[in-house]
């Protein structure tokens, strides 16, 4: 009897993005299995925002192919990639203080219900209780949905808009720098939440330039050297200083080559420099 293997969740083959005459991303070849947190790591310029928006519609591939769940798809924007079970929290986190956990996780889809029948209000009863099974039953955290989010601590404002990027019920969450500015006690919170993303059955796409946190927290890395891979390595096997040298080399650590040629690694960083905007 046979049993058959999971496919990844995502599949990225061999994609290109070019900015005018500069390629951003180049032949990038990846996959995001079932269940796996996967980080993403390489110096300013090296292609990470690039991939990611990519991942989410925002930019569209010149060349290769993504597929989710083994089939090929083209990703039209950020609610074609909801739709499809991709949910993304960005570094900045983009919460309103003012405003209550439950109405930050439903922030621009609250749900509604008829008064009478006829008239269309906010149902805020509902969009409590769902606001904390969310952060329970995924993240395990207990806060009151009700709670201006001004006064949550910084790791439990990064569960709300992680939770936010849950209620859509994604397959696959990108983080983009989830730690960026928090005390260690903060850090420790968003740790527990990556994994409880994981045994919630999501898998993570994790960006971070803490390289410790990193290695803490994923299965594999992805390491990115001027819009193309380096190498994909599993996290217990690798030190922090072996991912240093291959974002500083652009070479992996299986590579005989000692130094790249000096002419094409003249062009690239000048490339780079050129478009740091457009690729950081």
Known sequence: MTTDTPKPRIEVEHVQKRFGTVEALSDVTLTLEENEVLGLVGDNGAGKSTFI????????????????????????GPKHARKLGIGTVYQDLALVDELSVAENLFLGRMPVKKLGGVLPIVDREYMAAEAERI????????????????????????????????????????????????????????????????????SVILIDHNLEEVLSMTDRIAVLFQGRIVDVVDSENITRDDVVSMMVSGHSLQDDDSEPDSGDTVSRKSESSSSSSSTA
């Open 53 to 76: 928006k990519t991942l989410v519609g925002i930019h569209q591939p010149d060349g290769g192919e993504i597929r989710f769940e083994g089939e090929p798809v083209t990703i039209e």
């Open 135 to 202: 952060l329970s039953e995924h993240l395990n955290i207990h806060v009151d949905p009700d709670t201006p989010v001004e006064y949550l601590s910084g790791g439990e404002r990064q569960a709300v808009a992680i939770g936010r990027a849950l209620v859509t019920d994604p397959d696959i969450v990108l983080l983009d720098e989830p730690t960026s500015a928090l005390s260690k006690a903060a850090v420790d919170h968003v740790e527990e939440l990556v994994e409880q993303l994981r045994e919630s059955g999501h």
